[in-house]
């Protein structure tokens, strides 16, 4: 399944697959981590009773040594993350406290070399035992904290994902009610384009029901909408004309599927099916690299209700599944403008979907 749209409360520890150590490698990550670690050296410093002044040597050398180790740690798990991904994630979690704590030692015999700890009274077993049992105390909370964050990421794609299938199947048995009733209008009139039109009903069906996902190409929902369009040609004849304007949209841009398709029956059903001369339906779409947009344009009938409930119906379904997938940028609204009803749509879109 192509990854679901940005969220707004997504943690900078968040990787893009399902292991629960997040890549540490991003700036962003990074970050965190060094304003965490310095917290953390305030904690201890001022856990330990002074006299007189407030001793900034100190600060400084345990911050050294803090943000020396926290970054090494960061490194090297960075390093070892597609290896620890194939572990269980309590034997990863366990080679993590390892691997930290082992650092964290190496880093004390440095500092020592170093003579950073001159500031320190405690001997060098103790501080050995010290920096240890810290780095293994915060390591475990920071895995802990992680492996929470993990689950809850896992937890709302889940329910994201239900939610988007529950709004998709709203739409399934309403395209393929309005698609027979079209065809039985068929029947009777020409029984051979009746024919074709459940062949074509078929392909049609195959082709949204191939691909459960969430995400479709664009090339792939444009196919499906032009499979429903010729349904209904039999059914319109020459009272439907359609103009396409949306060259400029590649192939394998992702779009949910079944999202223009409802429009187009709209513009049918209430623009072009009740004017006895039709109509055109003009289609345009162009994507900047950041935000795709599309927009279906159809003539207003003299006699269309204000306020149709079905057109509601199925802008508020297409919106509530592109603010479940892109947030609250995504967009849809509806029109009337020099005696044409105009549905606009549009929803960050920064990257193209990798091939099957």
Not at 76 to 84: D, F, G, K, N, Q
Request: proline share 4%.
């Amino acid at each position: 399944m192509a990854k679901l749209a940005k969220d707004s409360e997504r943690s900078p520890f968040l990787g893009d697959d399902d292991f629960f150590v997040p890549s540490l490698c991003t700036s962003e990550a990074v970050f965190t981590l060094v304003v965490m670690a310095e917290l953390l050296v305030l904690v201890l410093v001022l856990a330990e009773p002074f006299a007189g002044s407030f001793d900034w040597s100190r600060l400084a050398l345990t911050s050294l040594f803090v943000q020396w180790n926290v970054l090494l740690s960061a490194a090297m798990l960075c390093a070892l993350r597609p290896r620890l991904a194939l572990l269980s994630p309590r034997s990863a979690g366990l080679l993590c406290l390892l691997l930290v704590v082992l650092l964290t030692l190496a880093c004390t015999l440095a500092a020592e070399t170093l003579r950073l700890f001159v500031v320190l009274p405690e001997s060098g077993e103790e501080r050995y035992l010290r920096n240890g049992a810290i780095s293994l105390i915060v390591s475990a909370l920071v895995l802990r904290y992680f492996w929470l964050q993990s689950q809850w990421r896992l937890q709302r794609q889940a329910e994201l994902l239900a939610r988007i299938q529950s709004l998709q199947a709203r739409i399934r048995p309403h395209f393929l009610f309005n698609s027979l009733n079209s065809i039985a209008s068929l029947i009777a009139v020409d029984a051979d384009k009746a024919e074709q039109a459940v062949l074509d009903l078929s392909d049609l069906f195959r082709a949204s029901l191939a691909k459960p996902g969430t995400l479709v190409r664009w090339a792939e929902e444009l196919d499906l909408c032009r499979r429903y369009l010729s349904i209904e040609q039999y059914r319109l004849g020459d009272r439907l004309q359609m103009r396409w304007d949306v060259a400029g949209i590649p192939d394998d841009l992702p779009i949910p599927q079944l999202t223009l398709q409802p429009l187009l029956e709209n513009a049918l059903i209430y623009g072009i099916q009740p004017r006895i001369e039709g109509g055109e339906v003009i289609v345009t779409g162009a994507w900047d690299g950041q935000l795709l947009r599309l927009e279906v344009s159809n003539p207003c009938a003299a006699q269309e209700v204000v306020e149709s409930t079905g057109t509601h119906l199925a802008l508020e379904n297409i919106q509530a599944r592109l603010q479940v997938l892109f947030g609250s940028e995504a967009l849809i609204s509806a029109q009337r403008h020099a005696g044409r009803y105009i549905a606009t749509l549009s929803y960050p879109c920064s990257r193209l979907m990798p091939e099957a």
